[in-house]
Nanobody
Framework: QVQLVESGGGLVQAGGSLQLSCGWSVSGATFNIDTMSWYRENLPNQRELVASLDIRGMEKYAEAVKGRATISRDNTMNRFYLQIHNMKLVDTDEYLC?????????????????WGQGTQVTVSS
């Protein structure tokens, strides 16, 4: 019922900057978002939270990106971003966006989480 699409991945030079974008759309339901998140996955099914932002403005960051990363939201669109400065080789990963909230498909509200398909980020020296 919620579809997410990431953009902005690719090859990035070490020391440079990266901005990922995640847009989401809703069909067949109402959806009230609570949290927007970015994860990265080095190994299958081993996902690490990179950054999150909830509707109250609370931000969380992984230790590995603290001071270098910013998660932000476009309040006029169903879209949010992850910007990382001073990219490092260890930032090479598959990045996934995720939204959590409450949806109602006509049978009452329920808590849900939806994932994007993932986008590869590779940092070169």
């Amino acid at each position: 019922q919620v579809q997410l699409v990431e953009s902005g991945g690719g090859l990035v030079q070490a020391g440079g900057s990266l901005q990922l974008s995640c847009g989401w759309s809703v069909s067949g339901a109402t959806f009230n978002i609570d949290t927007m998140s970015w994860y990265r996955e080095n190994l299958p099914n081993q996902r690490e939270l990179v950054a999150s932002l909830d509707i109250r403005g609370m931000e969380k960051y992984a230790e590995a990106v603290k001071g270098r990363a910013t998660i932000s939201r476009d309040n006029t669109m169903n879209r949010f971003y992850l910007q990382i400065h001073n990219m490092k080789l260890v930032d090479t990963d598959e990045y996934l966006c995720k939204v959590d909230g409450v949806e109602d498909m006509g049978q009452g509200p329920r808590s849900v989480g939806y994932w994007g398909q993932g986008t590869q980020v590779t940092v070169s020296s």
